[in-house]
């Protein structure tokens, strides 16, 4: 007996067969809720796919969606995106102009032992690889003229596997495989401020790298 198609296409780890084929970034929100194309969908609470206006100038790419964020449906709703917006506000780079999303579109976690908190766990390149043309799409229709790689799993997702962020940090580069030459900025994610042993080092130096990516809003770069 043949597998049922929604469970073959997931074991291909695969985004790519739930594409629309137009209609814009409602139509790819509807169709990214109904997303199999890895098994991360089976536990998390709902897909939580991009926020902003096509016409933002600059992306914001996180890992993937948080506790809350799976909650809520949204984005960096939680801690994480708290930091990210105070940041973004110290940097000068207006939250209005943003478009925010993840390189994975499925919130990954563990339940240790008997308790309820689920707990974060950073998603596979297989499972990042399968929900890449969701993010590749996002990026085709909005065409920002920044792309700010938050942390390793999306940097890695926009500049290949051997990008290291502690290397490269808040360097403004180009891009790979865009017409536009859009710039991408890496720095780390917000929730690594909040993990950090000194956070108002780890906040400034987050906020330095923003920085960067307002220059290059400005035109200075």
């Not at 206006?53 to 809520?72: F, H, K, T, W, Y």
């Not at 579109?105 to 890449?132: D, N, W």
């Not at 987050?206 to 290059?216: C, E, G, I, K, T």
């Amino acid at each position: 007996m043949s597998p049922p198609a929604d469970d073959a296409r997931a074991s291909a780890y695969d985004a790519t067969p739930f594409l629309p084929r137009g209609g814009g970034l409602a139509a790819y929100r509807r169709a990214a809720a109904e997303c199999h194309g890895c098994p991360l969908y089976e536990n998390a609470t709902q897909t939580v796919f991009g926020r902003g206006d096509i016409s933002a100038r600059v992306v914001l790419v996180g890992e993937q969606p948080g506790d809350q964020e799976d909650r809520q449906g949204e984005p960096f709703v939680g801690p994480a995106g708290r930091v990210l917006d105070k940041a973004l506000a110290q940097a000068g780079v207006d939250r209005g102009t943003a478009y925010v999303t993840n390189a994975v579109k499925h919130f990954k976690y563990s339940v240790p032992g008997r308790g309820k908190r689920r707990i974060h766990k950073a998603p596979s390149l297989r499972e990042m690889t399968a929900c890449q043309p969701w993010l590749r799409a996002e990026l085709d229709l909005i065409r920002p003229e920044v792309v700010v790689a938050l942390g390793a799993t999306a940097a890695k997702a926009l500049l290949g596997g051997s990008f290291r962020v502690t290397k490269d940090r808040g360097s403004l580069l180009t891009l790979p495989d865009t017409p536009d030459g859009q710039y991408v900025v890496a720095t780390v994610h917000p929730s690594a401020v909040l993990r950090a042993d000194d956070r108002d080092a780890a906040y400034e130096g987050l906020v330095s790298d923003l920085r960067v990516v307002a220059r290059a809003l400005d035109g200075q770069a």
